[in-house]
T-cell receptor
């Protein structure tokens, strides 16, 4: 079984709808991250969380919110989806050492299309 | 702030030829640098990373990268390309001001031709 899973893998929604993307991990890591990938732009950080009670905004948090329901679960919500939120979304985790050199482990991604 | 720049959004090589993907970094402190690979319809997988110590870093699948402080570079190489190397490659730096999240370059798409 994969260590970092994301659901759904693909989603089509309409402008104005609220949607939630979910991420679960079995690695026992405290740190979790949400990124979005756009062609030609690489990955950009949306939100990150050090633990259940510590959530922080990233570079592009406007229009998004997150929930850390448990150590293993980190959800990303689009309260009112808009077409420019069409992208590939990745969840990632890293271990608890808090060191800069720690590897991040990525989920398979959720491909979102907003019509 | 730490950032990286990847030179060349698309690189094409022949099977068996040298692969060279370029990455330059900008950092006011010693950087921690990473190369990730993304195969079609998959997530990102770590190829290698530079932390401290040896400047030549060996990774998976025959890839390696050399940290050159004087050139602020961390280029990724592989002596002989294989068809299975076709993928998107991302250089990234660990950003202390965002919980050590990664600041990614824009990516380089590697095409390997027969």
């Amino acid at each position: 079984d994969a260590d970092v899973t994301q659901t759904p893998r693909n989603r089509i929604t309409k402008t104005g709808k609220r949607i939630m993307l979910e991420c679960s991990q079995t690695k026992g890591h405290d740190r979790m991250y949400w990124y979005r990938q756009d062609p030609g732009l690489g990955l950009r950080l949306i939100y990150y969380s050090f633990d259940v009670k510590d959530i922080n905004k990233g570079e592009i948090s406007d229009g998004y919110s997150v929930s850390r329901q448990a150590q293993a679960k980190f959800s990303l919500s689009l309260e009112s989806a808009i077409p420019n939120q069409t992208a590939l979304y990745f969840c990632a985790t890293s271990d608890n050492s808090g060191r800069a050199e720690e590897t991040q482990y990525f989920g398979p991604g959720t491909r979102l299309l907003v019509l | 702030a730490q950032s990286v720049t990847q030179l060349g959004s698309h690189v094409s090589v022949s099977e068996g030829a040298l692969v060279l993907l370029r990455c330059n970094y900008s950092s006011s402190v010693p950087p921690y640098l990473f190369w990730y690979v993304q195969y079609p319809n998959q997530g990102l997988q770590l190829l290698l990373k530079y932390t401290t110590g040896a400047t030549l870093v060996k990774g998976i699948n025959g890839f390696e990268a050399e940290f050159k402080k004087s050139e602020t570079s961390f280029h990724l190489t592989k002596p002989s390309a294989h068809m299975s190397d076709a993928a998107e490659y991302f250089c990234a730096v660990s950003a202390k001001n965002s919980g050590y999240a990664l600041n990614f370059g824009k990516g380089t798409s590697l095409l390997v031709t027969p």
